[in-house]
């Protein structure tokens, strides 16, 4: 089939050819709605008259439209128009990789750049339980923004026999052999359980992978033959030349990552394209030290003066541990307190956010440290790190990895990514899923294999085996008493009991650290506080107060505290609401902590689109979450001094004036439409609830919805009618709630497992902008409002805070970037792909927006701080014996 230039398939107008495969011609063509130029794939007669085979196009197509990747090509679009079948894709301008390849071997930068790129985007379709399947240089386009990846997933239309089609029965080819009608791909790239008609996973697309590196890196074929049969022997008996032999420079630890890719047994390959990844970027960085010599000239010469740096750190550090170890096992009068620092891996940075300080748990052994870090994408990895090491390795990588605990023997770790709980061994593997219920409230792990944890801020605390299964609750959340959930739990030595935490609807009146029983429903009060607890043999109570770190005598076996609570650190990271600290021990006296700089006060900036500042005339204080009223004459803000309480600024005197005075806390704001009224919820009457209040101050705060849960206000609809507000559940994280004026009435609007937080309504009121982490991180998405419909997902590398100008632009932020998003509404919702205005370090990330845009669109209003340097973990050694030695506390 040949379509004419000019031709129409829907709103798409064919302007020439571009090339012919097995699966079909593809055109380039422009879309004559949004004014760009796309690529538009025709499916072949003899799968488009198959209505099987369309339908399964058509559900494959709306999982590859999923994957929102740099180095993936994006998926815009599937129609039908007179019979045919077509995809819109995204229109690349470049080579293929096997065009680049017939001119011989790639630089070894360029080699690694393009393997990192083409192994990040398999990680993102590995994670959405997509397989290539097909995967070579044909498939690879070279741009000039890097790699795309083609054809993602479409290759499963090109099986027509069975999987178990006997090897007799393969066609013979001359050139660029594929076996079509019999087994899936191309076979130079093909694992030997594809060759065989096994089933196939994940691991499959990375022996393809480490074949195409391995072309790139030496200009020949890791397998090739005069025959099928001849290069099906070669792929399932030989093993390829070392790359080194055809290529000395190679460094070796790329020459070894290669070799494993490339093994025969899918079980004695990289488990995950994460992990070959990030050993890409490690020795991109000139992380190989085998070989280092040769490799320096290419790559790592730029990092000869960081890495002396690191040697010295590491002497001086290993001396420190030497030092400990001859103090710990001598007398008790040589036993000394060691410190040290842990700065996160290289391009990695701790989670900064506010509600995630659980991200660090040291081994019950005392020898070994597990912590979560981010990327510049916000993708979360898991790592362990020795603590006579220099150097930490990745165990996990996900989209969001939070709360990692240790198995009592310390041979393995579990976390919860969101949706699930999981374990992995430190001496490697996959991770396994132990219960399908994250534990993002904290976990602990008894020598009878039994784990407690919590799924969040809402859930009491659950029992599950370490050998996995289903949870079940050991304590119950007393909504009659103020308590909105359970959380931290922690195992005494008895293997029985434990502590845990109780947050209150109001905050510290209603919170406290309790202590149950696996084999009793009696709790009894430890400690009325907001904090979370730790024991610490042999015989210390560890909690928070506010951000300092204390520490009191405990008897574990009556369950009581003794003596007073001594201070250790102060200014740790730490969450107010859920009352988790970045703190961990060990059984032998490991303490672990990161302490948060202090950000100073802030003061409010404009900033134009260019990134250009200019400071409003105001104090400086603990400012948040900015709004502008609707004439953009005055600023609604939360301060955080005493308490949090709303305050006005207005931006032309440059004068503060304080709106609430009653509770502790009052925050997340909404200006109505007219300008007249503060919307913000408040803890004054105990839950935090919805209020309003007159602007000029005439009058004092409304009452507008009551709940049992929290509310956090967010926007006004244009007419004044509807507030949409965010609502904490019992068992579904956040939710989006509408509350209707006319009617006095809440009702829910979207609610999930996952959380769907900061709904702001588009400027015409028919559309709803929010951000949700249904993916495993928080993304932006529209949504109709208030009719039924698809929604849209705006974000592609992550996203939070979402804010409408007037224009129709909507903006959002991706931590330090500045998005920028056009859309229309009318007649329909369209969205162009996300533009970066700007990076800046703005006040924080939040789940509620912490900055405001001007109603054209042309200035934005942030919180601008003091810089302030990468805080990292401290670890003591012997944390007790500085107690001990300042005569502060005697032996519990």
């Given at each position: 089939?040949?379509?004419?230039?000019?031709?129409?398939?829907?709103?798409?107008?064919?302007?020439?050819?571009?090339?012919?495969?097995?699966?079909?011609?593809?055109?380039?063509?422009?879309?004559?709605?949004?004014?760009?130029?796309?690529?538009?794939?025709?499916?072949?007669?003899?799968?488009?008259?198959?209505?099987?085979?369309?339908?399964?196009?058509?559900?494959?197509?709306?999982?590859?439209?999923?994957?929102?990747?740099?180095?993936?090509?994006?998926?815009?679009?599937?129609?039908?128009?007179?019979?045919?079948?077509?995809?819109?894709?995204?229109?690349?301008?470049?080579?293929?990789?096997?065009?680049?390849?017939?001119?011989?071997?790639?630089?070894?930068?360029?080699?690694?750049?393009?393997?990192?790129?083409?192994?990040?985007?398999?990680?993102?379709?590995?994670?959405?339980?997509?397989?290539?399947?097909?995967?070579?240089?044909?498939?690879?386009?070279?741009?000039?923004?890097?790699?795309?990846?083609?054809?993602?997933?479409?290759?499963?239309?090109?099986?027509?026999?069975?999987?178990?089609?006997?090897?007799?029965?393969?066609?013979?080819?001359?050139?660029?052999?594929?076996?079509?009608?019999?087994?899936?791909?191309?076979?130079?790239?093909?694992?030997?359980?594809?060759?065989?008609?096994?089933?196939?996973?994940?691991?499959?697309?990375?022996?393809?992978?480490?074949?195409?590196?391995?072309?790139?890196?030496?200009?020949?074929?890791?397998?090739?033959?005069?025959?099928?049969?001849?290069?099906?022997?070669?792929?399932?008996?030989?093993?390829?030349?070392?790359?080194?032999?055809?290529?000395?420079?190679?460094?070796?630890?790329?020459?070894?990552?290669?070799?494993?890719?490339?093994?025969?047994?899918?079980?004695?390959?990289?488990?995950?394209?994460?992990?070959?990844?990030?050993?890409?970027?490690?020795?991109?960085?000139?992380?190989?030290?085998?070989?280092?010599?040769?490799?320096?000239?290419?790559?790592?010469?730029?990092?000869?003066?960081?890495?002396?740096?690191?040697?010295?750190?590491?002497?001086?550090?290993?001396?420190?541990?030497?030092?400990?170890?001859?103090?710990?096992?001598?007398?008790?009068?040589?036993?000394?307190?060691?410190?040290?620092?842990?700065?996160?891996?290289?391009?990695?940075?701790?989670?900064?956010?506010?509600?995630?300080?659980?991200?660090?748990?040291?081994?019950?052994?005392?020898?070994?440290?597990?912590?979560?870090?981010?990327?510049?994408?916000?993708?979360?990895?898991?790592?362990?790190?020795?603590?006579?090491?220099?150097?930490?390795?990745?165990?996990?990588?996900?989209?969001?990895?939070?709360?990692?605990?240790?198995?009592?023997?310390?041979?393995?770790?579990?976390?919860?990514?969101?949706?699930?709980?999981?374990?992995?061994?430190?001496?490697?593997?996959?991770?396994?899923?132990?219960?399908?219920?994250?534990?993002?409230?904290?976990?602990?792990?008894?020598?009878?294999?039994?784990?407690?944890?919590?799924?969040?801020?809402?859930?009491?605390?659950?029992?599950?085996?370490?050998?996995?299964?289903?949870?079940?609750?050991?304590?119950?959340?007393?909504?009659?008493?103020?308590?909105?959930?359970?959380?931290?739990?922690?195992?005494?030595?008895?293997?029985?009991?434990?502590?845990?935490?109780?947050?209150?609807?109001?905050?510290?009146?209603?919170?406290?650290?309790?202590?149950?029983?696996?084999?009793?429903?009696?709790?009894?009060?430890?400690?009325?506080?907001?904090?979370?607890?730790?024991?610490?043999?042999?015989?210390?109570?560890?909690?928070?107060?506010?951000?300092?770190?204390?520490?009191?005598?405990?008897?574990?076996?009556?369950?009581?505290?003794?003596?007073?609570?001594?201070?250790?650190?102060?200014?740790?990271?730490?969450?107010?609401?859920?009352?988790?600290?970045?703190?961990?021990?060990?059984?032998?006296?490991?303490?672990?902590?990161?302490?948060?700089?202090?950000?100073?006060?802030?003061?409010?900036?404009?900033?134009?689109?260019?990134?250009?500042?200019?400071?409003?005339?105001?104090?400086?204080?603990?400012?948040?979450?900015?709004?502008?009223?609707?004439?953009?004459?005055?600023?609604?803000?939360?301060?955080?001094?005493?308490?949090?309480?709303?305050?006005?600024?207005?931006?032309?005197?440059?004068?503060?004036?304080?709106?609430?005075?009653?509770?502790?806390?009052?925050?997340?704001?909404?200006?109505?439409?007219?300008?007249?009224?503060?919307?913000?919820?408040?803890?004054?009457?105990?839950?935090?609830?919805?209020?309003?209040?007159?602007?000029?101050?005439?009058?004092?705060?409304?009452?507008?919805?009551?709940?049992?849960?929290?509310?956090?206000?967010?926007?006004?609809?244009?007419?004044?009618?509807?507030?949409?507000?965010?609502?904490?559940?019992?068992?579904?994280?956040?939710?989006?709630?509408?509350?209707?004026?006319?009617?006095?009435?809440?009702?829910?609007?979207?609610?999930?497992?996952?959380?769907?937080?900061?709904?702001?309504?588009?400027?015409?009121?028919?559309?709803?902008?929010?951000?949700?982490?249904?993916?495993?991180?928080?993304?932006?998405?529209?949504?109709?409002?208030?009719?039924?419909?698809?929604?849209?997902?705006?974000?592609?590398?992550?996203?939070?805070?979402?804010?409408?100008?007037?224009?129709?632009?909507?903006?959002?932020?991706?931590?330090?970037?500045?998005?920028?998003?056009?859309?229309?509404?009318?007649?329909?919702?369209?969205?162009?792909?996300?533009?970066?205005?700007?990076?800046g370090n703005y006040g924080s990330y939040q789940s509620l927006p912490d900055y405001d845009v001007t109603s054209d669109g042309q200035r934005l209003l942030f919180?601008?701080?003091?810089?302030?340097?990468?805080?990292?973990?401290?670890?003591?050694?012997?944390?007790?014996?500085?107690?001990?030695?300042?005569?502060?506390?005697?032996?519990?």
């Amino acid at each position: 089939m040949g379509l004419r230039n000019g031709t129409q398939l829907g709103p798409y107008e064919i302007l020439s050819a571009v090339g012919a495969g097995g699966m079909g011609e593809v055109y380039r063509a422009r879309d004559t709605r949004l004014e760009r130029i796309v690529a538009i794939k025709i499916l072949p007669d003899h799968l488009a008259d198959r209505s099987e085979l369309r339908e399964r196009f058509e559900r494959e197509a709306r999982t590859i439209a999923s994957l929102n990747h740099a180095h993936i090509c994006t998926l815009y679009d599937i129609g039908k128009q007179n019979g045919t079948d077509y995809l819109v894709m995204e229109y690349l301008e470049g080579e293929t990789l096997a065009e680049r390849l017939k001119k011989g071997p790639l630089p070894l930068d360029q080699v690694l750049q393009y393997a990192i790129e083409i192994s990040d985007a398999l990680d993102k379709a590995h994670r959405k339980g997509i397989t290539h399947r097909d995967l070579k240089p044909g498939n690879i386009m070279l741009t000039k923004s890097g790699t795309k990846l083609l054809d993602f997933g479409l290759a499963k239309l090109r099986q027509e026999a069975a999987p178990g089609s006997p090897l007799s029965q393969l066609p013979t080819a001359n050139e660029g052999i594929t076996a079509q009608g019999t087994i899936l791909g191309t076979l130079q790239y093909m694992a030997p359980e594809q060759v065989e008609g096994k089933s196939v996973d994940a691991r499959t697309d990375i022996f393809a992978f480490g074949v195409v590196v391995y072309e790139m890196a030496t200009g020949k074929k890791a397998f090739e033959g005069k025959s099928q049969a001849s290069l099906i022997a070669k792929i399932l008996e030989t093993e390829p030349v070392p790359m080194s032999t055809l290529q000395p420079m190679t460094p070796p630890a790329l020459d070894h990552l290669v070799k494993r890719c490339l093994a025969k047994t899918p079980d004695e390959r990289w488990q995950s394209a994460r992990d070959i990844c990030e050993q890409l970027r490690w020795i991109s960085d000139g992380g190989s030290q085998a070989g280092l010599t040769a490799f320096i000239p290419a790559v790592a010469q730029r990092n000869l003066k960081k890495r002396i740096v690191w040697i010295t750190a590491a002497a001086i550090l290993v001396a420190a541990l030497i030092t400990a170890v001859i103090y710990y096992h001598g007398s008790p009068e040589e036993v000394r307190t060691v410190r040290f620092t842990v700065a996160p891996p290289e391009k990695q940075t701790f989670p900064v956010l506010a509600n995630t300080p659980s991200f660090l748990s040291v081994s019950p052994d005392g020898t070994k440290l597990a912590f979560v870090s981010e990327d510049t994408g916000g993708r979360f990895t898991l790592w362990l790190r020795g603590l006579d090491s220099q150097t930490a390795q990745p165990l996990a990588s996900l989209d969001f990895a939070s709360a990692p605990f240790w198995s009592p023997d310390s041979r393995f770790i579990a976390f919860s990514d969101v949706s699930s709980l999981k374990k992995v061994a430190i001496s490697g593997g996959p991770a396994q899923t132990i219960t399908a219920s994250g534990a993002s409230g904290g976990g602990s792990w008894n020598r009878d294999g039994v784990i407690l944890f919590s799924s969040g801020p809402s859930s009491p605390i659950l029992r599950v085996s370490s050998a996995g299964g289903a949870a079940t609750p050991v304590t119950l959340v007393d909504s009659s008493r103020q308590q909105l959930g359970h959380a931290w739990p922690t195992f005494l030595p008895d293997r029985k009991h434990f502590l845990y935490t109780v947050i209150g609807n109001n905050g510290p009146e209603n919170s406290g650290i309790y202590a149950g029983s696996l084999d009793s429903k009696e709790t009894k009060l430890i400690l009325k506080i907001s904090s979370f607890a730790l024991y610490s043999p042999p015989g210390y109570l560890l909690f928070m107060r506010g951000g300092t770190l204390l520490a009191q005598p405990f008897d574990a076996d009556r369950l009581e505290l003794k003596g007073d609570a001594i201070p250790i650190v102060e200014s740790v990271q730490f969450n107010s609401l859920n009352g988790k600290g970045a703190v961990a021990i060990s059984q032998n006296g490991v303490l672990a902590y990161r302490v948060v700089p202090s950000t100073g006060e802030l003061k409010p900036v404009w900033v134009d689109r260019r990134g250009a500042e200019q400071p409003l005339a105001a104090p400086s204080h603990a400012y948040r979450n900015p709004r502008l009223s609707p004439d953009g004459q005055r600023v609604a803000v939360t301060i955080d001094e005493s308490g949090s309480q709303e305050w006005l600024l207005d931006i032309g005197r440059g004068t503060l004036t304080r709106l609430t005075f009653e509770g502790s806390y009052n925050g997340g704001t909404a200006w109505t439409p007219d300008g007249k009224r503060v919307t913000f919820g408040s803890d004054r009457t105990g839950t935090r609830n919805l209020f309003w209040q007159l602007a000029d101050g005439s009058s004092g705060a409304e009452r507008i919805a009551t709940s049992d849960r929290t509310q956090v206000a967010s926007s006004w609809s244009p007419d004044g009618q509807n507030l949409a507000f965010e609502l904490a559940g019992a068992t579904t994280g956040f939710d989006i709630w509408m509350f209707h004026l006319g009617e006095r009435k809440a009702e829910p609007f979207l609610q999930s497992r996952s959380n769907e937080i900061a709904p702001r309504f588009s400027p015409d009121g028919h559309w709803l902008a929010y951000a949700s982490d249904e993916s495993g991180r928080y993304e932006i998405y529209v949504q109709p409002y208030p009719g039924v419909g698809g929604k849209w997902q705006i974000s592609t590398e992550g996203g939070a805070e979402p804010v409408w100008a007037r224009n129709g632009e909507l903006f959002y932020r991706n931590r330090e970037k500045v998005m920028i998003v056009e859309t229309t509404t009318r007649p329909t919702f369209s969205a162009a792909n996300p533009k970066m205005l700007f990076e800046g370090n703005y006040g924080s990330y939040q789940s509620l927006p912490d900055y405001d845009v001007t109603s054209d669109g042309q200035r934005l209003l942030f919180l601008k701080g003091s810089e302030q340097p990468q805080s990292e973990i401290s670890v003591v050694l012997n944390w007790t014996e500085e107690l001990r030695r300042q005569g502060q506390v005697g032996k519990p």
